[in-house]
């Protein structure tokens, strides 16, 4: 029996009928048409799924649609102002530190994460922040290069 599913997603309000074993990333991706979370391990083990969920980085293939009733949630699509990126998404491309795309948002959305809470994060803390991130294209010092801009470009910006 489908029950009711009310969620904030990138600021717009959506209410879907959801079988209650759907997963997150089911609804966002089918229902919502938000592609940007990838299904990659099905067990929260990758991170290519990875979406903000009451401002905290959640895997939502691990996660019942339902348990984020009422929530407000945070994808990729959702992060630039319309044609600007954000300077996570910038510091990203200007250190090369995406190459085939599939973990890429979920990476930037736990960069926002560990930004949000840590603003000034040491290498060592990047690190342990992105620990169960995969990717098997570009190498993750690239990716921790990319957040440790971003996290320059993001105080520069609050000044």
Known sequence: MKKTLELTVNGEHYEVLVEPKTLLVDVLRDQLGLKGAKRGCDSGSCGACTVLLNG???????ILALQANGGEILTIEGLADGPNLHPIQE????????QCGFCTPGQIIAAKALLDENPNPT???????????????TGYNMITEAILDAAKRLQEARR
């Open 56 to 62: 905290k980085p959640v895997h939502s293939c691990s």
């Open 91 to 98: 510091a990203f491309l200007d250190h090369w530190a995406l």
């Open 123 to 137: 290498e060592e803390e990047v690190k342990i922040a992105m620990n169960g991130h995969i990717c098997r294209c």
